[in-house]
């Protein structure tokens, strides 16, 4: 564990969470599982701000663009830019606590989206958050990711699916994995096709405002939504210190005079995607936000 004075939380601040145990047991039973479950963290007067928060964003039902984003899924990205609920939740004290336990103090915000699973959506491809940090596995989490059930996650709406102790392996093939073709396949599946099937995988089931802690290299994948109604989550994700620029270059060059600038200065700057999708403006590619 991280001495007190380098971490931004205090284990008193977590003790309304930890059923009675040190944070430390905590922190080895998710070194060892790759994540854990605590249930009902946010009350229920907040998961309604959440569900009023993202609403607006919601009303237009844009459905996701290819097979891993889901064809019958709803995405909201850039969510700290929406509502001042959003920063509390990527700042609540249990999410601080293990990214900074993976990643330390100097950890970032790597993403922060919401997703809605409607009903018959298939099996997301098996996938890692930090796979596109390119090292060879099995190594330390680069990536921490949280998941706040805003709905119940059940058997049969598409809870997170993961495969216990996964973030210990080896780099292996599996089947069902995420591919290039993963992001532009649109064919349209039956929702009880499922290429990556696996007795060892579990699902995620949490009442609505419990809140799930994964390891940057543990394969998960959002499951398949055989239910009647739809399933909401959140999911802020970070990633460690290191993992940027020596100098912020979107905020060093202002936006007008970066417009100016020939195309290759501008993916310099960062109005670029490295593949498949690392880098993205509030869901789409960053040359966007120059007009």
């Not at 491809?125 to 996650?153: K, V």
């Not at 696996?198 to 499951?223: C, N, Q």
């Not at 999708?277 to 869901?283: C, R």
């Amino acid at each position: 564990m991280l001495r007190e004075e380098t971490v931004s939380y205090t284990e008193e601040a977590l003790k309304p969470w930890l059923q009675g145990r040190s944070l430390t047991s905590w922190f080895d039973q998710y070194d060892e599982e790759g994540y854990v479950i605590f249930p009902r963290v946010m009350p229920s007067e907040g998961v309604t701000r959440v569900r009023e928060a993202l609403q607006p964003y919601l009303e237009d039902n844009k459905a996701g663009r290819n097979d891993f984003e889901g064809l019958k899924s709803n995405r909201v990205y850039a969510l700290l830019a929406k509502s001042p609920v959003f920063v509390e939740m990527a700042t609540h004290p249990l999410a601080l606590a293990f990214a900074e336990h993976d990643l330390g103090r100097s950890c970032l915000l790597s993403a922060c989206l919401a997703i809605k699973l409607h009903p018959g959506e298939t099996v997301q491809p098996w996938h890692y958050d930090d796979s596109h940090i390119d090292a060879p596995m099995p190594r330390p989490t680069y990536g921490t990711s949280t998941f706040w059930a805003i709905d119940d996650t059940t058997e049969t709406n598409g809870a997170t699916e993961i495969i216990p102790r996964s973030h210990k392996w080896g780099s292996v093939e599996i089947a069902g994995a995420n591919k290039p073709e993963s992001f532009t396949d649109r064919r349209v599946r039956d929702v009880s096709d499922d290429p990556g099937a696996r007795a060892d995988a579990i699902k995620a089931v949490m009442p609505s405002g419990s809140f799930m802690v994964a390891k940057g290299t543990l394969w998960h994948r959002g499951g398949a939504n055989r239910s009647d109604a739809p399933r909401l989550i959140v999911t802020p994700q970070y990633v460690i210190g290191w993992a940027r620029t020596l100098e912020n270059m979107s905020l060093a060059v202002p936006r007008e005079l970066a417009k100016t600038m020939p195309g290759r200065a501008q993916e310099l700057l960062g109005y670029s995607i490295h593949p498949p999708f690392m880098g993205y403006v509030d869901g789409v590619h960053p040359k966007k936000v120059l007009g």
